[in-house]
């Protein structure tokens, strides 16, 4: 009896881990946004608001103005991540001299802090001494001075490419995996027959890895709702609102204005959103192996 309730008694510890710094928090953390809290006033959560939280969020323009700059985000984001990356590997795919260095090299970017990223890229493109800054005004005049996290476009284009810099080669080797799996034969067959290197790759490639780029897809559409650090180092949500994720803009109603019930609900209305994505990406993947097996 005793050696059968060994490996129970084993997950004891991990379980009480798992329970202490996730389930509780959770838990705690649904039940403070139906809570009115503001830590200025009390140290202790208020009385109970039922939905209000939620309601206000639907109405405040701020919030509405983060859904906004999150939703343009992670699309772009997502799109250049997915579409790049498909290109590097289909590019690494084939081995030549400096095959392993160039994969080392690859993974430098995905290796660094997204903090640091973020500062980075802030100096690199200070009009006065950053490196990319005067690179791009040297090349082309009409750049020369540009501020270039001053401009809300530009520097929401800064943000995501910060963003699909760093995310790109882990998606590359996801790519890489998935092409090793697809059988070089049908590939030298159709070459026979005489298609073309984007006959091959649109219709023989990208049809077999339809599961692959679902699975990217979801990974770097969570990653990017996520997205935070960057945000903080890089543009501080600004010029204005303009680069204000609705992450950071949770973290400013949470540790800024201290409205911790409201941030609460800011935080399950992300958590939903990344929810509905995830089994929604889930269901498309379903059904894609379904029609593979039929």
Not at 120 to 139: D, H, I, T, W
Request: hydrophobic share 55%.
């Amino acid at each position: 009896m005793q050696d059968r309730l060994l490996p129970y008694w084993l997950l004891v510890p991990a379980f009480i881990i798992v329970l202490a710094t996730t389930i509780y928090p959770l838990a705690y953390s649904f039940i403070t946004s139906f809570r009115a809290w503001d830590l200025t006033k009390s140290r202790r959560p208020e009385g109970f608001v039922g939905i209000d939280n939620y309601i206000y969020a639907a109405s405040e323009s701020q919030f509405l103005n983060s859904l906004w700059v999150t939703f343009i985000f992670v699309i772009t984001s997502v799109a250049l991540t997915v579409v790049l990356a498909m290109a590097l590997a289909l590019l690494l795919r084939r081995k030549g001299p400096m095959h392993t260095f160039t994969r080392i090299i690859l993974i430098l970017p995905f290796a660094m802090s997204p903090a640091l990223i973020g500062v980075s890229y802030r100096f690199m493109f200070n009009p006065e001494f950053g490196v990319l800054a005067n690179g791009l005004g040297a090349v082309f005049p009409a750049l020369q001075g540009v501020p270039w996290l001053a401009d809300p476009q530009l520097a929401m284009g800064i943000l995501v490419l910060t963003d699909v810099w760093h995310w790109t080669p882990y998606m590359t080797f996801m790519c890489l995996g998935g092409l090793a799996s697809i059988p070089r034969e049908t590939e030298e067959a159709a070459r026979i027959d005489g298609a073309s290197n984007l006959r091959i790759v649109f219709g023989i490639i990208l049809p077999q890895m339809r599961g692959v780029i679902l699975v990217m897809a979801v990974l770097k559409t969570i990653f990017a709702l996520k997205m935070f650090d960057q945000v903080v180092t890089l543009t501080g949500g600004g010029p204005g609102t303009s680069t204000e994720t609705l992450a950071y803009f949770i973290f400013n109603v949470g540790f800024r204005w201290f409205d911790m019930g409201y941030a609460s609900a800011l935080a399950w209305i992300l958590t939903a959103i990344m929810m509905f994505i995830s089994i929604w990406y889930v269901r498309m993947l379903l059904s894609e192996r379904k029609m593979a097996t039929a």
